[in-house]
């Protein structure tokens, strides 16, 4: 599968994944988490900083967990991965492409605002 039908395919059924209320305010938090250590570590292979590439590391670490725990609790679990590639190229995707899609579109307070109408 190609990167455009990847991301096409996870955002397809993406809010069939997020629909705990819990998840949505975990993911909320969590992926800002996973951006702020994926950009730490950036910074610290151009800074060479052992510090920051280590925080940065901690952060994504503790967000995928986070996440993972939101994930957890819904009703429809995720899609297992095939690959090694693919768990890479889903997480990343999510992080950086669909959720903030998510967010953005509106979907996610949609999402939010559904769980009191059930």
């Known amino acids: 599968m190609q990167l455009h039908e990847l991301i096409r395919w996870q955002w397809d059924s993406y809010s069939s994944y997020h629909r705990s209320r819990k998840n949505l305010m975990i993911h909320i938090v969590a992926v800002p988490l996973f951006w702020l250590g994926n950009l730490s570590l950036v910074v610290s292979l151009i800074a060479t900083s052992l510090v920051a590439a280590l925080v940065g590391i901690g952060l994504m670490l503790l967000s995928l967990i986070l996440q993972g725990r939101g994930h957890?609790?819904?009703?429809?679990?995720?899609?297992?991965?095939?690959?090694?590639?693919?768990?890479?190229?889903?997480?990343?995707?999510?992080?950086w492409i669909n959720f903030p899609r998510f967010?953005?579109?509106?979907a996610w307070l949609r999402a939010f605002k559904a769980i009191d109408a059930e």
């Open 72 to 95: 957890a609790i819904e009703a429809l679990p995720p899609v297992p991965f095939t690959s090694k590639f693919n768990a890479i190229a889903r997480l990343l995707i999510e992080q």
């Open 103 to 106: 967010v953005f579109s509106g």
